[in-house]
């Protein structure tokens, strides 16, 4: 099985400020890592596929980045709205594993 | 897309559960199927997953020999049949909608909420 492991656990931006997260794969993953958005209380939505592919709706400060086991999801200007546990997911391989997350919040 | 998970239950440890999840909005034999869960106050877990004919089915290692996923397709019906169950199960579980056979879960019900307890 495909070990996937984020970092940080915990993330605190500044409003407006750039937050970065990472994702790494225990062996390539090629480009087929997605990541999901989580908020309290909600189901969670799909953000990013294909590595950096957006999901229909999903603004354009979002961005992804990576191939193979090292991965990255930035967010460039932190909005109130942001405030989530985001997830990544290799979907290389069955089974399909999630990171453990990454909570990112308002400093 | 609309996706409503159904079954959820407080079962005793060994005891056995099946959840249902109905589709609606889109072609359902089109696409795989999930089932995901989560642990009070932790991560997501993939735990289930079928080809858009039944064909294939692949499970997580943690509920391997116990659970079984199935489909109906003439019933745009998803469904986990969970046997032998422990608490560790203890979990939100989410039906999820393939983007068609690549493993992104473009779209999630709500959940329904499993408890094993005794």
């Known amino acids: 099985e495909i070990v996937m492991t984020q970092s940080p656990a915990t993330l605190s931006v500044s409003l407006g400020e750039r937050a970065t997260l990472s994702c790494r794969a225990s062996?390539?993953?090629?480009?087929?890592l997605a990541w999901y958005q989580q908020k309290p209380g909600q189901a969670p939505r799909l953000l990013m596929y294909?590595?950096?592919t957006r999901d229909t709706g999903v603004p354009a400060r979002f961005s992804g980045d990576g191939y193979g086991t090292e991965f990255t999801l930035t967010i460039s200007s932190l909005q109130s709205e942001d405030v989530a546990t985001y997830y990544c997911?290799?979907?290389?391989?069955?089974?399909?594993?999630f990171g453990q997350g990454t909570k990112l919040e308002i400093k | 897309v609309h996706l409503v998970e159904s079954g959820g239950l407080v079962v005793q440890p060994g005891g056995s559960l099946r959840l249902s999840c109905a589709a609606s909005?889109?072609?359902?034999?089109?696409?795989?199927m999930h089932w995901v869960r989560q642990s009070p106050g932790r991560g997501l877990e993939w735990v289930s997953g079928?080809?858009?004919?039944?064909?294939?089915?692949y499970y997580a290692d943690s509920v391997k020999g116990r659970f079984t996923i199935s489909r109906d397709n003439t019933k745009n019906s998803l469904s986990l049949q969970m046997n032998s169950l422990r608490p560790e199960d203890t979990a939100l579980y989410y039906c999820?909608?393939?983007?068609?056979?690549?493993?992104?879960?473009?779209?999630w019900g709500q959940g329904t909420l499993v408890t094993v307890s005794s």
């Open positions: 079928i080809t858009w004919n039944g064909a294939d089915t």
């Open positions: 062996q390539s993953v090629s480009s087929n």
């Open positions: 909005g889109f072609t359902f034999d089109h696409n795989s």
């Open positions: 997911q290799q979907c290389y391989d069955w089974p399909y594993t």
């Open positions: 999820a909608k393939d983007m068609y056979a690549t493993g992104r879960l473009a779209n």
């Open positions: 294909g590595a950096s």
